[in-house]
């Protein structure tokens, strides 16, 4: 079984930047496919990133590219998301899923508890 749990959420403003993270356990992180998902109360979750297995791979949702960066340490079982130039809309509850690479499922069975971001306008 993966545990993940989310840290580096808070109250910024406008223009600010915000570093998450996401510690996982239970598997060997380098055979994970990772990706960040974010959730509005009443809304459904959005994709915002995902990244391959060695990090060499990645893809955005259209609303955060070109401010946020995914990233990952293998060495250190860590996912990050570094989210740059924040507007109020990317307040929401971020969530880090991830999937076992080798698997031809394409969903992501293991979730995060969430780390809240609010951006202030």
């Known amino acids: 079984q993966v545990q993940l749990v989310e840290s580096g959420g808070g109250l910024v403003q406008a223009g600010d930047s915000l570093r998450l993270s996401c510690a996982a356990s239970?598997?060997?992180?380098?055979?994970?496919?990772m990706a960040w998902f974010r959730q509005v109360p009443g809304k459904e979750s959005e994709f915002v990133a995902r990244i391959r297995t060695s990090g060499g791979n990645t893809y955005y949702a259209d609303s955060v590219k070109g401010r946020f960066t995914i990233s990952r340490d293998n060495a250190k079982n860590t996912l990050y998301l570094q989210m740059n130039s924040l507007k109020p809309e990317d307040t929401a509850v971020y969530y880090c899923a991830a999937r076992v690479a080798a698997l031809p499922s394409a969903t992501y069975p293991y979730w995060g508890q969430g780390t809240q971001v609010t951006v202030s306008s």
């Open positions: 239970g598997r060997t992180f380098s055979t994970l496919a």
